[in-house]
């Protein structure tokens, strides 16, 4: 039976086009061709059915796009209505009858007086014009406005939780189209609510036509008394707005229900009914209202003690099932406190059943994304694809550069608006910490000032904030004079993008975890297995992590995966000390580093004295293998960096990178002794030049 009803639903909606198309067409054909009062009497019954259909459907809907066709039908039944009046109207004047159903609400609805039939007509058009349809074109105006205003946070949520990993491909699909959709339906309704305005005005005119029409055929053309003419056409013309009006109001009716209503758990009854009984106190003190005002002298005493009584039985039951819920969770659930409040729908009816109060909430709060950013209002367009941004593609290609330069895989990185922040400001976070701020002007150009600006251009004092350079923002029309005159000019996404780039190279380190290098192990593990089970089998993932970060946090890349494994693997059965494997890793890798740091096939460096090298060994105490301390005096030390700092400024102002050649046994030492000062200086030592390779010397630290 189930399969027999299943597929006559799918016959009907195979055919549900031609319905509406056959609909449409009697619209038509009934503003042209006179009716029979019988097939008008079925149409009109079809009217008022099919209003009252369509109400009680808006009630079962949780959410609006579950009925996204509604202002198409809202459209339909509006013209289908007005050419009823149409038919209506031509029997009436023609015929003086329009059927049964018109003189039953004529006579009978309003008791054949067609003063109180005209009475009633004009408030349910009040009713319907000045409030019904006034305020859902109002909320429908607003919820179009606001659902459009929403939709970037949106698509920037979704993409955020695609790059998190949260959502795939297809899910993020379905996400922006229910956006586009709802953003469709909530534009189509503000347009749709303009029927329903018109609908109310087009009823109370054409009744009036019809009042006059009638009076005017009844007197002039029939000969009747004004008094006969009106008690005949007056009534059927007030008879026919009822039938009219009817309907309109249940979908002016269900129009406010539409736009009024937010996205529910469960239909629109359960969810008004269980609001009210959520709360047992306020019921208790309307109980004692109503039994006091059942006390007063003058008023009627049962309705108030009827009302009363059943009032305080919902009282009760709703205070009895709280201290039950009470009884079972343990917490109180006396006035809406705690979880047991919610009598009709349990923990997730209630609106503070949202806040963590068990261990497990709780420890999901404590996840921190490995990269996340946070940007103000005006950022937004720059991310979100819809409005043009193309800083997920950008981001994209970051990771790519990322992992063919370093071997590093950037994690999803988490974007958010923050409405806490300066419109055009940004955050870039690492694993929670700041490490990176700016803001940005999206629609002007970042001009920098890098020394040879013959002409200096009107704009906005900034400072470009991945290298701290002094810059302008200038206006689009200046950009080619800026370059003209020396600027280097950027947009904003580039400045954005190269701040993320930068953020991620100084911090790359603390992106690869025991996870990350899990994966990278079991990557390698498919081509060269002995490799990876020698490996572990002397060193663990600790170990291995630990390394990786040491060569990633001085700019080495981490590619070659296999070399470093092998030379760990031989290596580590000598030693467990990090910084010991890191440098005979290092020593490895000479060949890369060679390579990384050759500029015009000349390595140019600054050399560290014998002097100092034996001053660092005489303050090492212990060894790489084994751990090892540096005992020198503060005042050497100091010595040792202003030294190195000023042959680092003198390589940059020759243009080269600067770069410290030391011996090998004394190389790490020297750049944790220096990393702080000169974060950009690199420190090789003999070892790590490969063969073959020219070395220019711009002098000695003496």
């Known amino acids: 039976m189930a399969e027999e009803r299943m597929t006559m639903v799918e016959r009907m909606l195979r055919f549900a086009d031609v319905g509406v198309a056959a609909l449409m067409v009697l619209v038509v054909v009934m503003m042209i061709i006179p009716l029979p009062t019988w097939l008008l009497d079925i149409l009109l019954t079809l009217n008022i059915t099919f209003g009252v259909v369509v109400l009680l459907v808006t009630f079962y809907v949780n959410r609006a796009l579950e009925i996204s066709s509604f202002p198409s039908i809202l459209l339909i039944v509006t013209l289908f209505r007005l050419a009823l009046n149409v038919s209506t109207t031509r029997l009436i004047l023609l015929r003086g009858n329009a059927g049964n159903i018109i003189s039953s609400f004529g006579n009978f609805v309003v008791g054949g007086n067609y003063v109180v039939g005209a009475v009633v007509f004009l408030i349910l058009v009040i009713i319907q014009f000045l409030v019904i349809t006034k305020g859902a074109e109002r909320v429908a105006e607003v919820a179009a406005r606001f659902t459009l205003d929403a939709m970037p946070g949106k698509q920037m949520a979704i993409d955020a939780d695609l790059n998190a990993g949260l959502i795939d491909e297809l899910g993020a699909k379905e996400r922006r189209r229910d956006i586009q959709r709802e953003a469709d339906f909530y534009g189509s309704m503000d347009g749709a609510s303009k029927f329903v305005k018109g609908d109310a005005i087009a009823g109370l005119i054409i009744t009036i036509i019809n009042i006059l029409g009638g009076l005017a055929i009844g007197v002039f053309q029939r000969g009747l008394s004004l008094g006969q003419a009106a008690g005949v056409y007056s009534l059927l013309t007030v008879g026919d707005g009822l039938v009219s009006q009817i309907p309109a109001l249940l979908f002016s009716t269900a129009t406010g229900i539409i736009v009024t209503r937010a996205a529910g758990d469960s239909n629109l009854g359960r969810d008004v009914f269980s609001s009210f009984i959520r709360y047992p106190r306020p019921l208790m003190i309307g109980t004692a209202l109503l039994f006091a005002f059942a006390m007063v002298p003058g008023l009627p005493t049962f309705p108030f003690m009827f009302l009363g009584v059943f009032l305080g039985f919902m009282a009760y039951g709703v205070y009895r099932e709280a201290k039950t819920q009470e009884g079972l969770s343990g917490e109180p659930g006396v006035g809406g406190k705690g979880k047991g409040a919610s009598p009709a729908g349990g923990e997730g009816d209630h609106p503070t059943s949202q806040t963590p109060t068990s261990p497990e909430d709780v420890m999901k709060l404590l996840a921190v994304d490995p990269m996340e950013m946070e940007i103000g209002y005006a950022v937004i367009p720059l991310v979100d694809p819809a409005q043009g941004g193309d800083m997920l593609d950008r981001i994209s290609t970051i990771r790519k550069q990322m992992a063919m330069d370093m071997g590093l895989v950037v994690p999803s990185i988490r974007i958010r608006d923050n409405i806490q922040l300066k419109p055009s400001e940004y955050l870039i976070r690492v694993k929670g910490a700041l490490e990176g701020q700016g803001d940005l002007m999206p629609e002007h150009y970042l001009a920098m000032d890098t020394g040879n600006v013959t002409e200096e251009v009107v704009g906005v004092p900034t400072t470009e904030p991945a290298f701290g350079l002094p810059a302008l923002w ?178 940059m102002l020759q243009g080269f990178s600067p770069i410290l050649l030391v011996s090998p046994d004394v190389r790490l030492v020297v750049r944790r002794v220096l990393e702080s000062s000169l974060p950009g200086l690199f420190v090789v030592s003999y070892n790590e030049i490969s063969h073959g390779i020219d070395i220019k010397s711009l002098g000695m630290v003496e």
Not at 539 to 551: A, C, E, F, H
Not at 552 to 578: C, K, M, N, Q, W
Not at 610 to 619: L, S, V, Y
């Open 474 to 651: 200038i206006s689009p029309e200046l950009r080619d004079k800026a370059e003209a005159s020396g600027y280097t000019v950027v947009d904003a996404p580039s400045v954005l993008a190269t701040h993320l780039s930068e953020v991620i190279k100084s911090h790359g380190a603390d992106l690869i975890t025991r996870q990350e290098v899990q994966k990278l192990t079991d990557m390698v593990k498919e081509s060269n297995s002995a490799v990876i089970e020698e490996m572990l089998s002397v060193l663990g993932l600790g170990d291995i992590q630990k390394v990786l970060q040491n060569l990633v946090a001085e700019h080495i890349p981490i590619r070659d995966l296999v070399t470093i494994f092998e030379t760990l693997t031989d290596y580590g059965r000598l030693s467990t000390s990090v910084d010991y494997l890191t440098e005979r890793v290092r020593e490895s890798l000479a060949r890369i580093i060679s390579l990384r740091l050759k500029e015009n096939d000349v390595i140019t460096v600054s050399t560290l004295s014998p002097t100092w090298e034996q001053k660092i060994r005489d303050a090492l105490e212990g060894d790489l293998a084994k751990g090892w301390r540096l005992n020198m005096d503060s005042r050497e030390i100091s010595k040792l960096i202003t030294s190195v700092s000023a042959k680092s400024e003198e390589a």
